[in-house]
């Protein structure tokens, strides 16, 4: 499942905090192992120690919680935190929204950028100001009737009821869109979730986020305050790696709640 080994991108500001302990909440809910991780440049030894005293203080952070702690040598902090997921196993990588952006949403800063458009593991990212819940209240996947989408609600569901929380699945209606073809769609892909776990009927449910853009139409739909947001990677995406189509980014930018991406063929 998600989050069985979870990767958080340390760095010194609000944003790397909000990752950290989001990190620990996924950790929490799965049971899974937790990596931290610092990136600091190639062939700079300073820079080398500043990453160091850095993880010392993610460590601090830490409390009890048990995590492995890793210094990382990367050209990007992008590029160093998907080279070490993929040496150490982890199948999430979390980072946070810079500071300086709106509260309650996500920004994307360089290294969600690269992780966004390359990463080989699923890719989590904390709203800006994002303080995790006691619990998880729901999953909602982002849908639209394609394979990655389809294989998005697979795991959706299969993780819905390892954590015993409903399942949702939302389909933007954006402009004069006709809803009549989105809700059979959405009916096909109920039943998809339904057969591929044992989740009651009951606790799979669909709507129609219909709105002028998908900022509106994100709005017309409810949000609890333990909600997830699972994206798919665009049909443009490599096999096993992310790449965040434009619809999908203004997805995430307006999300109110924390949004993990799927690399394609996550399975």
């Known amino acids: 499942m998600i989050g069985d080994h979870v990767l958080a991108g340390y760095v010194n500001d609000a944003g790397g905090r909000e990752a950290l ?13 937790l990596s931290v991780a610092t990136v600091h440049p190639p062939g700079l030894p300073a820079a080398a120690g500043e990453a160091r005293t850095l993880l010392d203080q993610a ?3 830490l409390d009890d919680q048990p995590a492995d702690l890793h210094v990382q040598e990367g050209r990007s902090v992008g590029r160093g935190l998907t080279v070490l997921a993929s040496r150490i196993g982890a199948d999430l990588i979390v980072v946070g929204s810079p500071e300086g952006g709106a509260r309650g949403r996500i920004g994307v800063g360089a290294a969600a ?17 994002h303080v995790p819940p006691d619990e998880l209240d729901r999953l909602t996947v982002m849908y639209v009737r394609r394979p990655q989408c389809d294989d998005a609600v697979v795991r959706a569901a299969q993780a819905a009821e390892r954590l015993e929380v409903p399942l949702r699945l939302v389909t933007l209606a954006v402009g004069d869109v006709g809803p009549e073809r989105l809700r059979d769609d959405l009916a096909l892909a109920i039943r998809l979730a339904v057969d591929s776990a044992d989740l009651p009927p009951e606790e799979v449910s669909a709507e129609l986020a219909e709105g002028a853009d998908v900022a509106d139409a994100l709005d017309d739909v409810d949000w609890q305050d333990g909600e997830i947001l699972i994206c798919a990677s665009s049909e443009d995406a490599a096999a096993h790696r992310v790449f965040l189509g434009e619809v999908a980014l203004k997805v995430l930018r307006a999300a109110p709640c924390p949004v993990t991406v799927l690399p394609r063929g996550y399975f």
């Open 59 to 61: 460590a601090d952070l």
């Open 113 to 129: 950028d690269h992780l966004l458009h390359s990463a080989t593991e699923a890719v989590m990212l904390a709203p800006s100001g």
């Open 21 to 33: 302990d989001l990190a620990c909440a996924m950790v929490a809910l799965t049971g899974g192992r």
